[in-house]
Each structure stands twice: as structure tokens, then as C-alpha cells.
């Protein structure tokens, strides 16, 4: 990557940060597309050369820190399945708190409303997610942790399901609900159930 490359990756960079920064403090409708470039010093027509609309900014939000766990748990070989499940629903549940309930709050309103974001037509970040956790099963199948007749899509919705219903749990409670604390719960009492007929 040359000096030019690497300068506009760290621009985009320090707008997404940005753009986490005050969505956390002040919810995603509260801020506008200034309020980001004033804040992360950089000239409006910065932020449009990376992003159409701050609604983007958000799905970007979305994909960072959560490719980061795949690359983990592709590191994982020595473990179990389900031990790499529990890892990657411990972290998914980790970067959603991380995040911060307002960012929650968008994705949630992107998948659910995807008209809300007109290119996001399908729904990205479920699609991600989904497309993700698909990948971590399919492995364990080709690899021989988990039986060749195994469901991998049935599995995956199940399972995305609940992770999403403890994210839009979080949501609705304004806070209340722990979504770690629940997510390590189902990993404890549930996953084993949910899989066991399928491990090898």
C-alpha cells in the first residue's frame, strides 16, 4: 500500500470511529453527516468520497470488528466445535454491546425495514451475520467435527435467531436485558442440546 492508500484508509478509519463515537452518545438520528466531519476533521465532501449516507457509515460499523472474530475462529483448529461456537456467539454479543445499543438499534432497523436504507435493499448485515455463521458450520462439516447429513441452514437460522432476539431483546428493554450474560447462558444450556445429534 503506497502513502496515498494508506492516508485514505486512515481518513475512513477515523470516520467510522468518529461516527461510533457520537451514534453511542447521541443515537444514530441525533447526528448528521457534519456532525461527523466537524468532530473527525476532515472536510464534508471527505466523508461522501467513502459513504453515500451516514446510514452506510453504519454497516461499515457493522462488518469491522466482526470479521475480525471469523479470523479467530479460523485459528481455532484445535477446538471444538462447539467451544468455537460459544467463542464466536461470546464475541458477536461483545462487539453488539460494544457498539452500543443506538448502533444496535439501526442494524436491527436496517434488517427489519430495509427500505430504510435503499441500499440495503437485502438486509446486509442479517446477511452477513447469516452468511458467516453458515461458513463457521459448513467447515466443521468438511473438516468431520460435525456429520455429513448435518442441516447447516436450518442450524444456522435456529441459532441467528437467537442471537438476534437477544440483540432486539437489548433494544426493547432500552438496556435492561444482559445480552452477554443470556448469550453465555444458551451457549452453556443450549447449544450442546441443539447440536449434539450431529457431532461426529
Not at 462447539?82 to 467463542?87: F, G, P, T, V, Y
Not at 464475541?91 to 452500543?100: A, D, Q
Amino acid at each position: 500500500m503506497n502513502k496515498r492508500q494508506l492516508s485514505a484508509l486512515e481518513t475512513k478509519r477515523k470516520l467510522i470511529s468518529t461516527a461510533l463515537e457520537l451514534i453511542k452518545e447521541n443515537g444514530f438520528d441525533s447526528i448528521n453527516v457534519e456532525d461527523i466531519t466537524r468532530k473527525a476533521g476532515v472536510a464534508k465532501g471527505t466523508f461522501y468520497t467513502y459513504f453515500k449516507r451516514k446510514e452506510d457509515i453504519v454497516l461499515e460499523i457493522s462488518r469491522t470488528p466482526f470479521s475480525e472474530i471469523a479470523d479467530e475462529i479460523e485459528n481455532m483448529k484445535d477446538m471444538e466445535i462447539i467451544q468455537k461456537l460459544a467463542h464466536y456467539f461470546h464475541r458477536f454479543m461483545e462487539c453488539v454491546e460494544t457498539c452500543g445499543i443506538h448502533i444496535c438499534r439501526q442494524w436491527t432497523r436496517d434488517v427489519l425495514d430495509p427500505n430504510n436504507t435503499p441500499d440495503n435493499k437485502d438486509g446486509q448485515k442479517w446477511v452477513y451475520d447469516v452468511e458467516m455463521l453458515k461458513g463457521i458450520l459448513n467447515n466443521a462439516v468438511s473438516n468431520g467435527e460435525l456429520k455429513e447429513e448435518t442441516p447447516v441452514e436450518l442450524l444456522t437460522y435456529i441459532i441467528i435467531s437467537e442471537l438476534y432476539g437477544m440483540m432486539v431483546s437489548w433494544c426493547m428493554s432500552d438496556g435492561k436485558f444482559e445480552p452477554l450474560e443470556w448469550t453465555d447462558k444458551f451457549c452453556a444450556f443450549q447449544l450442546k442440546a441443539i447440536l449434539s445429534p450431529y457431532i461426529n
